[in-house]
């Protein structure tokens, strides 16, 4: 063996083992979300004390599990969980020799088997779809949100085939599906040429991205600062904090890093949250180890009316969003109207 033949094998397992390991947490924390889904579904059909609960019932879940330490578990993603499971209730074959589930009374083979004909009854069974283990393999679970989200069955399946034949990111998942790829694809000529068009423009999921996953690093029981993103600038001022809320200028006080907002049933996280006693209004900082671009703007105006409708208190004067750049030494604040 050759020295470069002895960098190029460490290279190679590392490489291997890397991605094998992010598969599995991300195979665990789906197998998780499916079983969540699969109980409350349970529940839901023979709860002996369910009618106590009644349209409360997910909220009273959510704040048990809150109590007791588990993360994404509101009544938003409790339905996510629930529809996951009745969207890909197949799972069950591969999923249930995985996870070492509390033995309770029904198993989920037994359920499934009442689920199934109810969906092929519409068209959640009637296109074809790739294999469950295929699909485990290849797709986070944050993959899987976002196709329970398609109704049809067909175009669901055509999404799940493209995204694990070009290894999409998420990202690329959303972009296509925002795209309207799978109409485009059904008005081709040329479905193959169309095909390969897109799939040469991807971008690929990688081992980072599993882990930076917010539902993988909550699953581990990571909080938002342990995950890298902006995060060499972003550190670098919080070391340092009160000497960059001196560089702003009197009045700023911190409150949050990281802020988590739900629009669209998504989660986007604001970089740097403070409130201004003298100006009495909200600042948010979104950090960009980039140039400027437009769309970073645009982002941040969406925080700010986020900022308006949910967080503002009476009295409060409308909030002010501030985008920093590396490479500009201008910062730019936007106003809401």
Not at 59 to 72: F, V, W
Not at 158 to 165: G, I, N, P, Q, T
Not at 312 to 317: C, I, K, T, V
């Given at each position: ?33 499916w ?17 106590r609960?009644g ?22 993603e ?14 069950v074959?591969t ?19 009442t ?6 009854k ?28 398609i ?19 998420v990202?690329?998942l ?75 200028g ?18 986007y ?42 967080e ?6 409308p ?19």
């Open positions: 063996m050759k020295f470069k033949d002895l960098i190029k094998n460490i290279l190679a397992v590392h490489g291997r083992l890397s991605q094998k390991a992010a598969k599995s947490v991300d195979m665990m924390l789906t197998a998780r979300n079983f969540i889904g699969f109980y409350i579904e349970k529940y839901e059909r023979h709860g002996q004390d369910r009618a609960y349209e409360k019932l997910m909220d009273q879940i959510s704040k048990e599990l809150t109590a007791g330490g588990m993360d994404r578990c509101d009544r938003r409790l339905y996510r969980y629930r529809n996951f499971f009745l969207t890909y209730p197949r799972f074959e999923l249930s020799p995985l996870s070492d589930v509390p033995k309770l009374p029904g198993r989920p083979g037994s359920i499934v088997e689920v199934s004909p109810q969906l092929a519409g068209k959640s069974l009637s296109a074809p779809s790739l294999p469950a283990q295929k699909l485990l393999q290849s797709l986070s679970f944050s993959h899987f949100a976002e196709l329970i989200e109704r049809d069955s067909l175009k669901r399946a055509f999404y799940e085939l493209e995204a694990v034949k070009g290894n999409w990111s990202r690329e959303k972009r296509q599906i925002g795209t309207l790829y799978f109409e485009r694809s059904s008005l081709s000529k040329n479905k193959k040429k169309l095909s390969r068009l897109v799939q040469s423009k991807t971008e690929s999921i990688t081992p980072a991205q599993i882990i930076r996953d917010p539902y993988v690093f909550e699953f581990l029981g990571m909080k938002p600062k342990e995950v890298p993103g902006e995060s060499h600038l972003e550190d670098a001022l919080l070391d340092k904090l009160q000497d960059f809320l001196l560089e702003l009197k009045g700023f006080c911190f409150e949050s890093r990281q802020k988590r907002i739900v629009m669209g049933g998504e989660y996280f604001v970089d740097l949250v403070f409130y201004h006693r003298i100006l009495k209004c909200h600042v948010l900082l979104e950090l960009k180890a980039d140039h400027f671009k437009h769309e970073h703007l645009g982002q941040l105006n969406t925080y700010v009316s986020w900022f308006k409708k949910n503002m208190n009476p009295g409060d004067n909030p002010l969003g501030i985008l920093l750049c590396t490479d500009d030494v201008r910062m730019i604040a936007e106003r809401t109207a």
